[in-house]
């Protein structure tokens, strides 16, 4: 029986992790987890927030992912939409999906993410 997302994988060019970390934690606000040296060895790295979860891997022939996305929640998207923009990652709004205000934005290797804030009340 399935309980939850342990995590989610996005992919990155070699030697992309001191700006992966300049965006995930700095302009995200998330903190890096250190990777158990095993894996550490293959490059990437791992972030985190509350329960949220992201590992980005190296791939020698990457390609972002600009389909494919997290969807990430957030509380005071204006604000963070405005956070994004003050460090250079402009919001793309594609309207709202039902119950949801969101935006798309990528990574700075292109990965497209989604952010998320259910509507409450009318």
């Known amino acids: 029986m399935l309980v ?19 965006f995930y934690v700095r302009v ?12 550490a060895a293959r490059g990437g790295c791992w972030f ?10 190296v791939e020698a ?7 494919a996305h997290p969807g990430l929640r ?10 994004l923009a003050a460090h250079g990652t402009p919001a793309v709004r594609e309207g709202n999906l039902p119950g949801c205000r969101r ?3 990528q990574d700075p290797v292109g990965n497209r993410l989604e952010f998320l804030e259910p ?3 009318p």
């Open 28 to 39: 995200l606000g998330m903190t890096e987890v250190p990777k158990p040296p095993v894996l």
């Open 119 to 121: 509507v409450t009340g």
């Open 74 to 83: 957030v509380h005071g998207i204006t604000s963070y939409a405005a956070r």
């Open 4 to 22: 939850a997302i342990d995590h989610v994988q996005l992919a990155a060019p070699p030697g992309s992790e001191d700006a992966l970390r300049a």
């Open 103 to 105: 935006f798309y934005a």
């Open 48 to 57: 985190q927030a509350g329960y949220v979860r992201l590992h980005v891997g």
């Open 61 to 67: 022939d990457f390609r972002p992912a600009r389909k």
